[in-house]
């Protein structure tokens, strides 16, 4: 057997060396990598955007401070009034612009539930505003906002055809208790929830859109998670309680609507039940 020489050997073990930490180097740089840091360009641009932040806000506090003082101190001419109307242009655009920034940024932040839980509080108070403070022509003005909300949160357009369903099942039970005028303002609402809707599904359709909060996934977890028995028992205790108390006071449409609810959540109670079967 032929014998190594030193060089022999140190060129050997030096190969060994090579194969076990061309082995081990990648593993352990994984586990050393780090993110890299944010680049001079990633805080220039934050940088400018608070500067341009802050300049827009001092512009718009100096055209407050002048239209204010122009409107107490010019004297009331034809050209005092076109310069405070150009002045207050100016005003509304900046201020529609800081609005605009806002609004982006808590549509980003805010989460989902959030967001459909306003929209429907928002339809909610506008729809009884409609009745009561101005007329149902000037609420479909809430609708397009509510529906501007629902499109830039990303929001399943379902959820707005849904109240136009339930608003649907109930106007029966208006016609039923005699209410005729509230059923025929339900029935206008009922057509604006399903414009909007529908103008809703178009665009996601034509657009493709990404839907943040999906229709079917909540409505599953809605079925799942929500204990719909206590719910039919509760309305149904309380419906029961109205209908004995309207025979000494007079509570229709209470009555009508405690029934509907009942119905409403019995009707989705079995509907789970079906859902857990299959």
């Known amino acids: 057997m032929p014998q190594m020489s030193n060089k022999d050997y140190s060129e ?33 641009k934050s940088r400018e955007k608070s500067v341009n932040k802050l300049i827009l ?21 034809n050209l005092s009034l076109i310069i405070i109307a150009a002045f207050g242009i100016i005003l509304l655009f900046l201020t529609l612009t800081l609005l605009h920034k806002l609004y982006e940024k808590s549509i980003v932040k805010a989460h989902p539930a959030l967001l459909i839980f306003i929209v429907y509080s928002l339809l909610t108070i506008n729809m009884f505003m409609g009745t ?6 000037w609420a479909f003005l809430g609708f397009i906002i509510a529906t501007v909300i629902v499109h830039d949160s990303k929001i399943d357009s379902r959820f707005l055809i849904l109240p136009a369903l339930l608003l649907l099942g109930y106007i029966p039970f208006l016609l039923i208790g005699k209410y005729d005028t509230l059923a025929e303002t339900i029935a206008i609402y009922v057509y604006y929830f399903l414009v909007c809707g529908v103008v809703l599904q178009i665009i996601e359709h034509m657009r493709k859109t990404i839907i943040n909060v999906n229709f079917d996934s909540f ?3 809605t079925l799942k998670e929500f204990d719909w028995i ?6 149904g205790v309380i419906s029961i309680s109205i209908i004995i108390a309207n025979r000494f006071y007079d509570l229709p449409l209470l009555k009508w609507t405690s029934v509907y609810l009942f119905l409403v959540c019995l009707i989705i109670y079995l509907l789970s039940t079906l859902k857990e079967e299959n």
Do not use: G
């Open 132 to 137: 009561k403070i101005y007329t149902i022509e």
């Open 12 to 44: 050997y073990y030096k190969k060994k060396m090579q194969e076990q930490f061309s082995h081990k180097v990648p593993a352990i740089q994984q586990k050393l990598s780090l993110k890299p840091l944010p680049s001079n360009n990633y805080y220039k």
């Open 57 to 77: 806000f001092i512009l718009t506090l100096l055209f407050l401070m002048s239209f204010i003082t122009l409107i107490i101190f010019l004297p009331k001419s």
């Open 230 to 235: 206590k719910s039919s028992i509760i309305t």
């Open 219 to 221: 409505s599953k977890r």
